[in-house]
């Protein structure tokens, strides 16, 4: 496959990676700039974290594209561990 031909490449410079929000109206804003596709949302919180993120394990993903803001500019791999570390500090 040429370079000009390769598959485009989604966010965090993936082709899937499960996307992750820190609230609704940046999900809704990146959601209504991507009116085509087929989505599953779920929300996810330290109560819901493990069993979710069990299941992404079960899919063969260990990281997640955090906190796009509607562009591509702004979100970050982030492994599954570092995400649950990070939400058993919140509050």
């Known amino acids: 496959m040429r370079g000009e031909n390769a598959p485009p490449l989604?966010?965090?410079g993936t082709k899937w990676l499960p996307?992750?929000?820190?609230?609704a109206?940046?999900?809704a804003?990146?959601?209504g700039s991507k009116p085509a596709g087929q989505w599953e949302v779920r929300l996810v919180n330290r109560?819901?974290?493990t069993?979710?993120?069990a299941e992404l394990r079960e899919r063969g993903r260990e990281a997640i594209c955090f906190d796009i803001?509607?562009?591509i500019e702004n979100h970050r791999r982030i492994s599954l561990d570092d995400a649950m570390a990070l939400l058993e500090k919140s509050e």
């Open 47 to 49: 109560y819901s974290a």
């Open 69 to 71: 803001a509607g562009d």
């Open 51 to 53: 069993e979710i993120f």
């Open 25 to 27: 109206e940046r999900m």
């Open 29 to 31: 804003k990146y959601l």
């Open 19 to 23: 996307l992750a929000f820190s609230d």
């Open 10 to 12: 989604g966010e965090c």
